[in-house]
T-cell receptor
Framework: NAGVMQNPRHLVRRRGQEARLRCSPVKGHSHVYWYRQLPEEGLKFMVYLQKENIIDESGMPKERFSAEFPKEGPSILRIQQVVRGDSAAYFC?????????????FGQGTRLTVV | GDSVTQMEGPVTLSEEAFLTINCTYTATGYPSLFWYVQYPGEGLQLLLKATKADDKGSNKGFEATYRKETTSFHLEKGSVQVSDSAVYFCALGTSYGKLTFGQGTILTVHP
């Protein structure tokens, strides 16, 4: 059984370019969460999506960041016009349902470096 | 808002030593509590969880008890191994699965 798959594992972008991070959830999971881990910090919630819907984007920066989870295909986190401060590890998690005791399954993350 | 505070790290121990990593939380309502572990270069893996007051979560020799009166969920292990070296995150869960994490504690175990 495949777990959460994220790609690429490592991504290098120059300032001003776009970064597209992909996340394929566990098969059958329809709930996806994105988190960002800055160096030496814990994970911070960014956005929660269900198929074709953004449920909670309270942790997303207001500009340059967007996320989608289409009916078909992986969830995408897009960062436009990247800046050095966007350098971080971005983790995707999926779950089979909702509930405060529901286990979230995490991918291995995409490590974005902006040069 | 919800928040989680973990003890400052890093923590360095010798093999077979006793481990405690403190975790306290602030939350509205009655959240579920989790410990996740992150090995170098990897994603997070669920270590254990507790869903209500006085529940004890346990896995691989690790234990944590949900203490509502002290709003704590401290992680303990009686005898650590080198293979336990990792980053440990305490987290609380909301009604729709969103997790709020502590800052993480780096554990290094020496032979």
């Amino acid at each position: 059984n495949a777990g959460v798959m994220q790609n690429p594992r490592h991504l290098v972008r120059r300032r001003g370019q776009e970064a597209r991070l992909r996340c394929s959830p566990v098969k059958g999971h329809s709930h996806v969460y994105w988190y960002r881990q800055l160096p030496e910090e814990g994970l911070k919630f960014m956005v929660y999506l269900q198929k074709e819907n953004i449920i909670d984007e309270s942790g997303m920066p207001k500009e340059r960041f967007s996320a989608e989870f289409p009916k078909e295909g992986p969830s995408i986190l897009r960062i436009q016009q990247v800046v050095r401060g966007d350098s971080a590890a971005y983790f995707c998690a999926s779950s089979p349902g909702v509930g405060q005791d529901t286990e979230a399954f995490f991918g291995q993350g995409t490590r974005l470096t902006v040069v | 808002g919800d928040s989680v505070t973990q003890m400052e790290g890093p923590v360095t121990l010798s093999e077979e030593a006793f481990l405690t990593i403190n975790c306290t939380y602030t939350a509205t309502g009655y959240p579920s509590l989790f410990w996740y572990v992150q090995y170098p270069g990897e994603g997070l893996q669920l270590l254990l969880k507790a869903t209500k007051a006085d529940d004890k979560g346990s896995n691989k020799g690790f234990e944590a008890t949900y203490r509502k009166e002290t709003t704590s969920f401290h992680l303990e292990k009686g005898s650590v191994q080198v293979s336990d070296s990792a980053v440990y995150f305490c987290a609380l869960g909301t009604s729709y699965g969103k997790l709020t994490f502590g800052q993480g504690t780096i554990l290094t175990v020496h032979p």
